[in-house]
C-alpha cells in the first residue's frame, strides 16, 4: 500500500464491519476465516500483500498463544500500511496499533457474545437430540474450513507443479497427524528444518 492510499475513517469502519461478520462465520476458530481474510484484504482492498498475509499467520501459529492472534497481525500490517510501513515512523506505528485493535476487537466481539450465550443455552439442554446433532453437524463444516485455509496457503506458495515436495509433505504430515499420536510440534520442527536446508 502507497503512504498516499492511507486508509480513511469509513475505511476503517468497513474494516471492522467485515471483521465483524467474519466473527460470527469463525466456526472452529478464526483460521477458518483466512480465505475469507484473503479475499478482502489482499484480493478486493489490496491493503495487503500475499507475503504480508501469509506471514501474518504462520508467525502467530509458530508463537504461543492461541491462533487467533494471527488477526492482530493481520491488523497491524493493514494500518503499518497505511501509515507508509516500517518507515513511517510513530505515525505508522500508531496505525498499526490501531489496526490490530480494530481487527481483534471486530473478531472477537460478536462471536465471545455469542459463544458465550450460545453455551449457556446449550449446556442447559445438552440431552436434546438437536443440540447433539448441531455438534456433530459441525465437525465437517470445520474439517471444510481448514482444508480450504491450507489450501490458500499452500497455493499461495508458489506452482504445485514445481513444488511436489512441499504437497508431499503436506500429505504426510496430513497422514501422520490423523494417524498416529506423533505431537504436532514435531512435525513443525521437521517442516522448518526441511524449509531451512532448501528442500522444500
Given at each position: 500500500m502507497n503512504p498516499a492510499d492511507a486508509l480513511s475513517a469509513a475505511d476503517w469502519l468497513t474494516l471492522w464491519l467485515h471483521f465483524l461478520s467474519l466473527s460470527l462465520l469463525a466456526v472452529g476458530g478464526a483460521i477458518t476465516t483466512a480465505p475469507d481474510m484473503h479475499r478482502y484484504l489482499v484480493g478486493s482492498q489490496h491493503w495487503l500483500s500475499d507475503a504480508q498475509f501469509n506471514a501474518s499467520i504462520a508467525i502467530a501459529q509458530a508463537a504461543p498463544g492461541p491462533n487467533v492472534l494471527f488477526v492482530a497481525l493481520v491488523g497491524w500490517h493493514v494500518g503499518l500500511n497505511a501509515g507508509g510501513g516500517?518507515?513511517?515512523?510513530?505515525?505508522?506505528?500508531?496505525?498499526?496499533?490501531?489496526?490490530?485493535?480494530?481487527?481483534?476487537?471486530?473478531?472477537?466481539?460478536?462471536?465471545?457474545?455469542?459463544?458465550?450465550?450460545?453455551?449457556?443455552?446449550?449446556?442447559q439442554r445438552r440431552e436434546l437430540r438437536a443440540v447433539r446433532a448441531f455438534k456433530a453437524g459441525l465437525a465437517p463444516i470445520v474439517i471444510a474450513l481448514l482444508m480450504a485455509t491450507g489450501w490458500l496457503l499452500s497455493t499461495a506458495h508458489g506452482q504445485p507443479a514445481r513444488d511436489w515436495p512441499l504437497w508431499l509433505l503436506t500429505a504426510a504430515t496430513t497422514v501422520l497427524v490423523w494417524r498416529t499420536r506423533l505431537h504436532l510440534l514435531w512435525l513443525i520442527g521437521a517442516g522448518a528444518l526441511l524449509g531451512m536446508l532448501g528442500w522444500i
Open positions: 516500517p518507515a513511517g515512523g510513530w505515525h505508522a506505528q500508531g496505525l498499526a496499533l490501531l489496526g490490530a485493535a480494530v481487527a481483534m476487537l471486530g473478531i472477537l466481539l460478536p462471536s465471545g457474545v455469542l459463544t458465550y450465550s450460545a453455551t449457556r443455552w446449550a449446556h
